[in-house]
């Protein structure tokens, strides 16, 4: 079965300090992977996908993520947090093999960045 | 327009009310998805469309959830005979074809059963 772990329920971190939000996963094929980012009251929004190629993801915002198959984890990071960073993030997963598509999501981790 | 929307963006019914929820994917886009995302968790996987063919419904709770897409485009998410559990944010989701495409959400639609 697939699922994905975002260990941690909040992160806080100072302004202009590097970030990191934590996913690691499951799957029994090899993995497709995605951040999302939603504001309240607004709709998910795509921040990066791994795919293929290159572990490290780079995305919208600054944000890139690193793909590690050994330690099963996609990490989300930011060199420099800004406080509009603050928001609730969700890490999921695709198996390849999976023929519907369908993402599996953690269950988000609240960022908060103080200035 | 050029987001997936959603309809009404709030709804409140009484347990026992049938309720359907309405979305209008991004043109163009052939598959579409339903989400429900209960408070203070990740969204879970309900439905999938290709086009108008249902491809996936396993992760509809009950059947009293119904979906539907019939000319493969805007799509029906009906809840019948509700009940307080059925209560959380309903998020739609599309995509064009193809296994790397990614998803794009609408704002949801927020469902409270009392």
């Known amino acids: 079965a697939q699922s994905v772990a975002q260990p941690e329920d909040q992160v806080n971190v100072a302004e202009g300090n590097p970030l990191t939000v934590k996913c690691t996963y499951s799957?029994?094929?090899?993995?497709?992977l995605f951040w999302y980012v939603q504001y309240p009251n607004r709709g998910l929004q795509f921040l990066l996908k791994y795919i293929t190629g290159d572990n490290l993801v780079k995305g919208s915002y600054g944000f890139e993520a690193e793909f590690n198959k050994s330690q099963t984890s996609f990490h989300l990071k930011k060199p420099s947090a800004l406080v509009s960073d603050s928001a609730l993030y969700f890490c999921?997963?695709?198996?390849?093999?999976?023929?519907?598509?369908?993402?599996?999501f953690g269950s988000g981790t609240r960022l908060l960045v103080r200035p | 327009g050029a987001g997936v929307s959603q309809s009404p963006r709030y709804k409140v019914a009484k347990r026992g009310q049938d309720v359907a929820l309405r979305c209008d994917p991004i043109?163009?886009?052939?598959?579409l998805f339903w989400y429900q995302q209960a408070l203070g968790q990740g969204p879970e996987f309900l439905t999938y469309?290709?086009?108008?063919?249902?491809?996936?419904k396993s992760g509809l709770p009950s059947d009293r959830f119904f979906a539907e897409r019939p000319e493969g485009s805007v799509s029906t998410l009906k809840i019948q005979r509700t009940q307080q559990e059925d209560s959380a944010v309903y998020l739609c989701?599309?995509?064009?074809?193809?296994?790397?495409?990614?998803?794009?959400f609408g704002p949801g639609t927020r469902l409270t059963v009392t």
């Open positions: 999921a997963v695709r198996d390849r093999g999976d023929s519907s598509y369908k993402l599996i």
């Open positions: 799957v029994s094929g090899n993995p497709y």
């Open positions: 043109s163009g886009h052939v598959s």
């Open positions: 469309f290709q086009n108008e063919a249902q491809l996936d």
């Open positions: 989701a599309s995509s064009r074809q193809g296994a790397l495409s990614g998803q794009y």
